[in-house]
């Protein structure tokens, strides 16, 4: 087994929750009130589970994370793809709550580390900002697209109000996330090495704090799967396929991709210089952007695991 201790998966769901105790072949539902929150916590202290798992699902699990962790259980959130390519690496491709309970902890048992990790309260909060900024953005790109084209007059009136709100509470939550960053030692030394790097502002500084927490503490090839801009070999027998990047975590690597953009084509000397040796070797433009964007994702990972500046000579270095 992966998972020291006994371990529990829980599907959480807006109304209720069901949870699996896989390795006693016990079952638990129960609605998601303050109630049903102390019933699931003493039968799990019942049955000695130390390890909980669940799977990220719009916010849902948050109050209940809390609450076990509150009572002694480690959590794991886990990506829901990962949980149901393993159910199907199986043979089980019925889905409903009690089974996806029982696949969550068959899965902790088999394939998660041993241990979940350290629940940062402070950097959840700092999640929750900046992806919220992002979530105005997004709009923000939608309500454009719509001014784009004629409109009646009510629309257009409507998506001006709709605009001018929209610029007015991103210049709070960027202030938020800004002030949350300053009065966090931790996350304004972190910022000050990555804003370091020539092309790397706040908003890709911000998101690499919430949302990749790990940079510098782990390998630079996992750093790079990690964000999802690790090429995969795609090889059989005598086959040789194309190497392509997959999976990884979309947001980050979208603030990435812009922020790279910026570097190679204004900002930042040493990575043009790569990305324009890149092209001259006859790499496509969107493969020489690629590989700059796995370069600054090295450099930073050995960067913040040193705990140095952004220094020119040393991040062009082979060893990076």
């Not at 303050?34 to 039968?43: D, F």
């Not at 304004?188 to 704090?209: D, E, N, Q, W």
């Not at 927490?213 to 795609?234: F, H, M, R, T, W």
């Not at 092209?279 to 994702?297: N, T």
Request: charged letters at 25%; glycine letters at 6%.
């Amino acid at each position: 087994m992966a998972q020291e201790g006994r371990v529990v998966g829980i599907d959480v769901g807006k109304s209720k929750v069901d949870a699996c105790i896989r390795s006693l072949g016990l079952w638990l539902t129960q609605p998601s009130t303050s109630e049903g929150q102390a019933a699931l916590l003493a039968w799990l202290h019942t049955n000695g589970v130390e390890h909980a798992v669940m799977e990220a699902s719009g916010g849902y699990e948050r109050n209940w994370a809390a609450a076990l962790r509150a009572a002694g259980i480690a959590v794991r959130i886990v990506d829901p793809k990962r949980v149901r390519f393993f159910a199907k690496s199986v043979g089980r491709l019925a889905k409903n709550d009690r089974i996806d309970a029982m696949m969550m902890a068959w899965f902790a048992e088999t394939v998660a580390p041993r241990h979940a990790p350290v629940h940062d309260p402070e950097r959840e909060t700092l999640d929750r900002l900046v992806t919220a900024r992002r979530m105005l953005v997004e709009l923000s790109i939608r309500v454009d697209q719509l001014e784009e084209h004629p409109q009646p007059r009510v629309v257009e009136q409507a998506m001006r109000a709709i605009a001018k709100t929209i610029r007015a509470q991103l210049a709070k939550l960027e202030a938020a996330v800004a002030a949350k960053i300053a009065t966090h030692e931790h996350f304004a030394a972190r910022a000050a090495i990555i804003r370091s790097v020539p092309g790397l502002g706040p908003h890709f500084t911000a998101g690499a704090i919430a949302w990749l927490p790990e940079l510098g503490q782990i390998s630079n090839k996992a750093a790079a799967a990690l964000v999802g801009v690790a090429p995969y070999d795609d090889d059989s027998a005598e086959h040789r396929g194309k190497r392509r990047i997959k999976g990884g975590r979309r947001e980050i690597r979208d603030l990435l991709y812009m922020a790279t953009l910026a570097a190679v084509t204004r900002h930042n000397a040493m990575l043009k210089a790569h990305y324009q040796k890149l092209r001259a070797k006859g790499k496509q433009a969107k493969v020489a952007l690629v590989a700059c964007m796995r370069k600054i994702i090295v450099i930073l990972n050995v960067m913040l695991a040193r705990g140095e500046a952004w220094d020119p000579a040393r991040s062009a270095s082979p060893a990076l």
